[in-house]
């Protein structure tokens, strides 16, 4: 059984979404996107993890994986949601009309997606013979949605009610939001639809729900960035109104990033045992990486980051459970060794510069910029400089550093700058206020 500290990775092969995202029977469960036969993208099945305190997580192996004619070549993302003491996964059920003759994993053309759902008496045991049920067979009305590109169920409770959010498309065109309601959980009815042409061209992963009285929206829209890079598909944030009863839904125009990296994708929240609301997302790996023993691996999820509303802005917090983990770490020298975790507390000015081996980060005209050419892939194709939006003169930087993954804070939790990077070196230098430095072990075994 693999664990590890402070962000999950996988656990050999391939993940990517967060699915199922839940505080359960006094533990947090976690699914993830899993293709455990290759380190590259494939047929979908669910991995599982679990944690008492979303910093140290147990693997747990497979959870779901394709068995009925209609999920035959994918189990695509979902939410879980607990009711009458039972866990009921929904996800969304993949069936290829044509695979491609030398890879059985990849469809040829067109594919039909249902949403489907299966329950545990536990959490930990899930019968995929005989306990799932598709629920809302494939939408053929391209007036309510696409047959194809409907998917990834995000299902809460409010009000005695429960409400399904899916990620869809209007002809490819722009992004939309297709929602249905349910008595029971269990036999869902179409309630309404929202498109807007500004959140790209297909929808993902999208999430709704309240921080402080405030409806707030998360979404994964296709297409906002148009540069010729990969990683065109970024997650987004904003405000909403949401009527319960009629289920009309409206987004603000104006969004901004979850992340200003670049490789945070496909976010997913949920309470945790605080009823802070907490979100977990997918950081994108150009390339594997080979794992202690040998195996390579590719995916991983950002540090666990509470979301909270201050001056009217969506902003992403360090979760609390991470500072308690810091707390106990030792306070290091200015060295990052192989298989260790860093925290560096910096304050920057205008002009100030801070290397972290070999990753560089600057503050240049009031934002907080990054280039990780000298540590990440050698491939034109994926951007190696990010940057926030404007922050001001000065900015206080929290700052999680991992052999392969930075994590930057801005001004607490204001803007966040995640990057994937390979090969870190040990120096950290530049003329940048460094105010303390802590480090401790990091666990990957089996």
Partial sequence: MKKNILHLKAPGNWINDPNGFIYYKGQYHLFYQYFPYAPVWGTMHWGHAVSDDLVTWKHLGVALFPTKDYDRNGIFSGSALEKDGKLFLYYSAVRYLKEQSGNIHQAEGVIETSQS?????????????????????????????????????????????????????????????????????????????????????????????????????????????????????????GFADFDLETGKLTLADQYERVDYGGDLYAPQSNLDKEGRRVMIAWMRMPEPVNGPDGQPWNGMMCLPREVRIQNEKICFYVHPEVWKYFQKAESAEKILKEGSALYIKADMKEGESLFIGGFDLEMKQGCICTDRQKVFVEDSRYRTKSSTPYVGEKAQLDIFVEPNLIEIFVNQGQYTLSNVVYGLGSEISGNATITEVRKNAMISEK
Avoid at 207 to 215: A, T
Wanted: net charge negative.
């Fill in 117 to 237: 759902m299966i329950t545990s008496e536990d959490g930990f045991h899930f019968d995929n013979w005989k306990d799932k049920k598709q629920i809302i067979p494939v939408i053929r009305d391209p007036k309510i949605a696409d047959s194809a590109d409907t998917r990834d169920p995000k299902v809460w409770e409010e009000n005695g009610r429960y409400y399904m959010i899916l990620g869809s498309t209007e002809n490819h065109q722009a992004g939309r939001l297709v929602l249905f309601s349910s008595r029971d959980g269990l036999s869902w009815e179409y309630l309404s639809q929202c498109t807007n042409a500004r959140y790209g061209h297909t929808m993902e992963c999208p999430d709704l729900f309240l921080v402080d009285g405030k409806r707030v929206f998360i979404g994964s829209p296709m297409g906002i960035q148009e540069d010729g890079k990969e990683y065109a598909n970024h997650s987004v944030c």
